[in-house]
């Protein structure tokens, strides 16, 4: 019995330490990871029994920790432990109040309002909570991400609520929780935010704010960025204009393009000279289709970042599956370039938004200058005009083509290629006794009555022309013109004589 009781508080006392490193996690993701050991580890009753005592904790970073632990655990058990929080009045206000967030944004559970109807006028217990991330902030950004993410995931009041308790800040301490509220997905919470931003200008804190409203320009939907650009022209004509400070720490690394027209474009921070962390951070997106995925950190160890090369050289780099990825050495205004056209489909409103890392990391690459691109590299995206367009000779487009797919940078064009799979499919598949000539001939064919034929060639021409502008900073400008000219045919040409398809039908097959 007293080994049991023994093992019993040493469980206690290491979970305890366990709980109270997740103010130490720095991104989502370490601190989603951190809750799965915990309920890996240790007993499910004494897990939700420490979480409910950890529930008053003023660290914005750990009331996460704990909601990710409340979606591990069983959810029955879990949603009565909450519940029994929030309606016991004798509790503290705030432990309440956490509670009533975890069970409404980790178990999509909505309390009864009448559970925490004697705290509806209880400002202080908010302020207090806001006071606290701001101030924990000043340590570890994320704490602010952490903090919005709760809050919007307790309705537009709340947001207007925290607006509302932000003026009882100090100016300087408001500009970036701001910043970040201007980002939310809801346009009412959003623009009220970019408002309060925009009267702190003329204050104290007037060059935060500048640089936050510089940095929203590039991210907001059209109408708020065109509000934030009107304000900074503004702004100019009294005299208060934003200087934006010096991109020599930063560069980018950019994927060869893929035939889907997606990309992938690292943009890394460069330690500053006295320290030995730098910044990562890495995006998946077409320029047509927008961002699809982003990831990265503000901490990442010089000896995880890789070695600064010439632009133009090739670095190879360890991928999360264990392999090795070749990325090409870029101009940083190249690849924030391609990043900030992706955007414009998120900032009209024809993607998804981004959220989440995005929001609280995206100031940092987008406080420099408006990025300037060379003329040549403008001309590979310029799509002329099908009518007026110079025709090229098949026999020319083909020895383009064949050129071009000789390039290690177009193997994946080739090989595992989906467009193909996906062809050969719904062409019920070709004779495979004929000549592979024939097979290709036939297939194309096919391929004409494809419900998807415009939306596969216009991906094949977008990855063209981001494959050019590779090419063109790996030092092919020859091959990348070959790439510019074979896109600005492939909406004119006919399946049956689009050299490209053909000779990536026949790599497939063969």
Same mark, same amino acid.
């Given at each position: ?67 990710? /632990?409340? *979606? +591990?655990?069983?959810?029955?058990? #879990? @949603? ?6 929030? %309606?016991? &009045? ?119 704010? /500048?640089? *936050? +409203?510089?940095?929203?320009?590039? #991210? @907001? ?6 509000? %934030?650009? &009107? ?122 938004? +981004? ?139 006919? +399946? ?15």
């Amino acid at each position: 019995m007293s080994d049991n009781i023994i093992h019993t508080f040493q469980q206690r006392r290491h979970l305890e330490q366990d709980l109270a490193a997740f103010a130490q996690t720095k991104t989502e993701t370490e601190l989603a990871a951190a809750a799965q050991r915990i309920v890996h580890t240790y007993p499910a009753d004494l897990v939700l029994n420490l979480l409910t005592k950890h529930l008053e904790t003023p660290d914005s970073q750990t009331r996460g920790g704990l909601g990710h /632990l409340a *979606a +591990l655990l069983p959810p029955e058990e #879990t @949603l009565i432990a909450l519940r029994a929080v929030v %309606a016991n &009045r004798q509790n503290n206000p705030h432990a309440r109040f956490t509670a009533a967030v975890i069970a409404e944004r980790f178990l999509d559970v909505e309390l009864p309002a009448a559970l925490m109807s004697d705290l509806n006028n209880t400002d202080e217990v908010a302020y207090q909570s806001l006071r606290e991330a701001l101030d924990e902030s000043k340590r570890d950004r994320h704490v602010l991400l952490e903090y919005v993410t709760q809050m919007q995931a307790m309705g537009e009041a709340i947001a207007f609520m925290v607006l509302g308790l932000l003026e009882r800040i100090p100016a300087p301490d408001r500009i970036d929780l701001l910043r970040l509220i201007a980002q939310d997905s809801r346009p009412h919470v959003a623009e009220a935010a970019l408002t309060r931003l925009e009267r702190l200008a003329g204050g104290e804190a007037s060059d935060l704010v /500048l640089r *936050a +409203l510089h940095t929203l320009q590039f #991210t @907001l939907p059209t109408a708020l960025s065109t509000q %934030a650009e &009107r304000t900074l022209r503004k702004l100019r004509f009294t005299g208060k204009r934003y200087v934006a400070p010096s991109a020599q720490q930063w560069r980018a690394l950019l994927s060869p393009a893929e035939p889907s027209g997606y990309q992938t474009v690292w943009l890394i921070k460069q330690p500053e000279p006295a320290s030995t962390v730098g910044a990562f951070f890495g995006f998946v997106f077409s320029v047509d289709k927008g961002v699809q995925h982003f990831f990265g950190s503000d901490r990442v160890e010089q000896s995880m970042l890789p070695a600064v090369q010439t632009v133009g050289s090739m670095v190879a780099v360890a991928t999360d599956s264990g392999d090795t990825a070749v990325l090409l050495e870029a101009p940083f205004d190249y690849g924030r370039w391609l990043v900030w056209r992706a955007l414009a489909r998120q900032r009209a409103g024809n993607a998804e938004p +981004l959220s989440g890392e995005y929001t609280l990391y995206n100031d940092l690459f987008w406080q420099f200058d408006p990025p300037q691109l060379d003329d040549q590299v403008h001309q590979f995206f310029h799509k002329p005009d099908v009518a007026t367009g110079v025709a090229i000779d098949p026999t020319t487009l083909d020895a383009y083509t064949a050129t071009l797919l000789a390039h290690p940078a177009m193997e994946g064009w080739q090989l595992q290629n989906r467009t193909v799979q996906q062809a050969m499919r719904f062409s019920q598949g070709p004779d495979r006794t004929l000549p592979v000539a024939e097979m290709v001939a036939f297939t194309l064919r096919e391929m004409e009555k494809w419900p998807e034929r415009a939306t596969l060639l216009t991906a094949l021409e977008t990855g063209l022309r981001m494959q050019a502008g590779w090419l063109f900073y790996a030092g092919e400008l020859e091959i990348a013109q070959y790439a510019q000219r074979l896109a600005d045919q492939m909406g004119a040409l006919p +399946l049956a004589q689009n050299p490209l398809l053909a000779r990536m039908l026949a790599a497939g097959i063969a």
